[in-house]
């Protein structure tokens, strides 16, 4: 079976702060593609980052980072220097062969 | 280039109605996704297409709901008749490739409240 389990529930960070998001997957699949997603207050969800799973090297995208450990299953997703615009729900997902899963998401609150 | 674009944007409907969404996917895009968002099951796929052909449906949750894609430019997601549990947001998403590891892209959903 395959499962993406997002743990935190609703985050709350102070502007400036360093946050990071996890994400756990399971599948059995051994070629995969994991996904993040942030949906503003506006509520379209905008795509991040896209990995497949034989790609385990890191990615940085200006404020955004992401950290792929298949020994841990999981695809981490870090805000450095977090900015109120960064408020949202972040989504991960998992896609194999014909399966697509998203997790519950992480409400993201910066604070000023 | 216009994105996906989805109407009605909100629709309210007294149980038991027939409800139509409706869905136009970015031109070019091989596949096409419909997904309902609620705060309790989070945001669940539904069903999606490939090159016009359904792939997957085991998410649609009954008989009620029936989804077609008559073309590569419109896509239709019909709950009859609906229930006040269908109350919920339905995303359309497509993507580039039929391979499907593409990222998709959402329209701005659809909010539906059955009374």
């Known amino acids: 079976a395959q499962k993406v389990t997002q743990a935190q529930t609703e985050i709350s960070v102070v502007e400036k702060e360093d946050v990071t998001l996890d994400c756990v997957y399971e599948t059995r699949d051994t070629t995969y593609y994991l996904f993040w997603y942030k949906q503003p207050p506006s509520g379209e969800l905008v795509f991040l980052i896209r990995r497949n799973s034989f790609d385990e090297q890191n990615e940085i995208s200006g404020r955004y980072s992401w950290n792929f450990q298949k020994s841990t299953s999981s695809f981490n997703f870090t805000i450095t220097a977090s900015q109120v615009v960064d408020s949202a729900v972040y989504f991960c997902?998992?896609?194999?062969?014909?399966?697509?899963?998203f997790g519950k998401g992480t409400r993201l609150h910066i604070l000023p | 280039d216009a994105g996906v674009i989805q109407s009605p944007r909100h629709e309210v409907t007294e149980m038991g109605q027939e409800v139509t969404l409706r869905c136009k996917p970015i031109?070019?895009?091989?596949?096409l996704f419909w997904y309902r968002q609620t705060m309790m099951r989070g945001l669940e796929l539904l069903i999606y297409?490939?090159?016009?052909?359904?792939?997957?449906d085991s998410g649609m949750p009954e008989d009620r709901f029936s989804a077609k894609m008559p073309n590569a430019s419109f896509s239709t997601l019909k709950i009859q008749p609906s229930e006040p549990r269908d109350s919920a947001v339905y995303f359309c998403?497509?993507?580039?490739?039929?391979?499907?590891?593409?990222?998709?892209?959402f329209g701005p959903g659809t909010r539906l409240t059955v009374l």
């Open positions: 997902a998992l896609r194999s062969v014909d399966k697509i899963i």
């Open positions: 297409f490939n090159n016009n052909v359904p792939i997957d």
């Open positions: 998403a497509s993507s580039l490739a039929s391979t499907g590891h593409d990222e998709q892209f």
């Open positions: 031109s070019g895009h091989n596949s």
